[in-house]
C-alpha cells in the first residue's frame, strides 16, 4: 500500500456548512484514508494510491460544487 497526500486549493468554502458539505462528497470514497478541510479553500487529503488517485478524488470534488483553483 503507498499512501499519497496532497493539498488541493478549491473554490466554493465558504462557511462549516460547506465544509460538512464536502465531508458528505468525500464520504466512503474508496481509498480515502484522510480529510482536512478549512475555510480557506484548503483540501488536504491522504489516500492509498493502489485503490483511488488524485485525479478521481478532484472529480469527487468537482461533483460537489469544489473545484480545483491554482494555488497562490
Known amino acids: 500500500m503507498a499512501t499519497a497526500t496532497d493539498t488541493f486549493h478549491v473554490s466554493g468554502i465558504r462557511c462549516e456548512r460547506c465544509v460538512?458539505?464536502?465531508?458528505?462528497?468525500?464520504?466512503?470514497?474508496?481509498?480515502?484514508?484522510?480529510?482536512?478541510?478549512?475555510?480557506?479553500?484548503?483540501?488536504t487529503l491522504t489516500w492509498d494510491d493502489e485503490l483511488t488517485s488524485r485525479t478521481a478524488l478532484t472529480q469527487v470534488l468537482a461533483g460537489a460544487g469544489?473545484?480545483?483553483r491554482a494555488s497562490v
Open 20 to 43: 460538512m458539505r464536502l465531508a458528505t462528497a468525500l464520504e466512503g470514497q474508496p481509498g480515502l484514508e484522510g480529510a482536512h478541510a478549512n475555510l480557506m479553500g484548503e483540501v
Open 66 to 68: 469544489f473545484h480545483e
